[in-house]
């Protein structure tokens, strides 16, 4: 793995690579900047507590929520083959967890040295680009920071935010109704299919269509995901964001409770303040990779940064 040429990787360094690769657009995310607003329900199923005791899987709640596009610019098309971001805020008073999951089940880097390395190798020269014998480069030295992009690359785009799955990527701790403690990941699935677009239907497509669709499909009461535990085996490599655990897809999994989407909210609503991946009430712990532990700051630095 390559050590960054140009700093320590702190969560600072990280936030400020983030926006120097987006071009430093201001007053918005470091990463995710363009999305939507949304408001709707959590109902749990009757087997969530066989998975977590938290409060926010096991009782019905409101929900606060947020679809995005990838990257920091917040003027991207939704044609980019980028990942899309889905977050949400489940439970009340002091049993509040922030899930914060993308459209891909890996990450595209294993440590914060090699997430800062990846994004100063992409930094935009003069000309507006990345140098592509940089990124190669960097790409060759360390070929697992590609799983994330090549996962997207092999998908068709997708058509909606109410038709793609998204992932929370990192194994987390959960502690069951009878106080046992295993690791899941979060997958969160559309009730329905998945809705996709081949590369000539997204040429007709204009930048902001997933917006347009988010109305519609909120209007006919269509944007309802089931939020999925997957469950750990013995040797999971529950440290390595950037892989997925052994047949993965066929895991045993867990309805822990549906989401249904009623309505949009001012963004105003989700960008006073975060959804901060650190915030998880007592049942569900935090994942113990070291890319957890540099989200943990992060997110509480791009919002200082971005008011
Ligand atoms: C498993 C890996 C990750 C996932 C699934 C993920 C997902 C997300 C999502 C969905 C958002 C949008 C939040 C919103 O809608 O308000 C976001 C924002 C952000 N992410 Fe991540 N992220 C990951 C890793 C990281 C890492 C490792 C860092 C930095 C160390 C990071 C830094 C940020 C920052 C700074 C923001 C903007 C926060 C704000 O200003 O509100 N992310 N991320």
New binding site residues.
């Given amino acids: 793995m390559s050590e960054s040429p140009n700093g320590v990787a702190t ?1 600072a360094s ?2 400020d690579a ?1 926006k120097t690769v987006a071009g430093n657009p201001p007053k918005v ?4 900047a363009k ?1 939507w607003c949304v408001r709707g329900t959590y109902t749990p199923s009757d087997r969530a507590g066989d998975v977590t005791r938290s409060q926010s899987f096991t009782r019905p709640s409101r929900v606060l929520a ?1 679809f ?1 596009v990838g990257g920091g610019n917040p003027d991207v098309a939704d044609t980019n083959r980028v990942l899309r ?3 949400f805020r489940l439970g009340d008073g002091d049993h509040r967890s922030d899930i ?3 459209s891909a089940p890996v ?1 595209f880097a294993r440590t ?1 040295e090699q ?1 800062l390395a990846f994004l100063e190798a992409r930094i935009p020269g003069p000309d507006g680009r990345p140098d592509e014998a940089k990124v190669a480069a960097f790409s060759a030295a360390n070929p697992e920071t590609l799983n994330q992009a090549n996962y997207v690359a092999a998908r068709p785009l997708p058509a909606s935010f109410a038709g793609t799955t998204y992932w ?3 194994a987390f701790p959960a502690t069951s109704a009878r106080g046992e403690t295993r690791f899941v990941k979060f997958k969160v699935a559309p009730v329905g299919d998945d809705v996709t677009l081949t590369e000539q239907e997204a040429e007709t497509k204009p930048a902001d269509f997933l917006h347009v669709d988010l109305n519609t499909r909120i209007g006919t009461g269509d944007v309802r995901f089931n939020v999925m535990a997957l469950l750990d085996r013995p040797g999971d490599p529950v440290m390595d ?1 950037t892989i997925r655990w052994p047949d993965e897809d066929s895991r045993e999994e867990v309805r822990l409770g549906t989401i249904v989407i009623t309505g949009f909210e001012p963004n105003q609503a ?1 960008d006073a303040s ?2 901060n991946p650190a915030n998880l009430a007592d049942g569900i712990g935090h994942p113990p990779d070291e ?1 957890f532990a ?2 943990r700051t ?2 509480a ?3 200082a940064k ?1 008011r």
């Fill in positions: 969560p990280i936030v983030l995310r470091a990463s995710f999305g947020r995005s971001g889905f977050s914060l999951t993308e990450h914060p997430m929370g990527v990192h964001v989700c975060i959804f890319i540099a989200r992060a997110y630095i791009s919002l971005r």
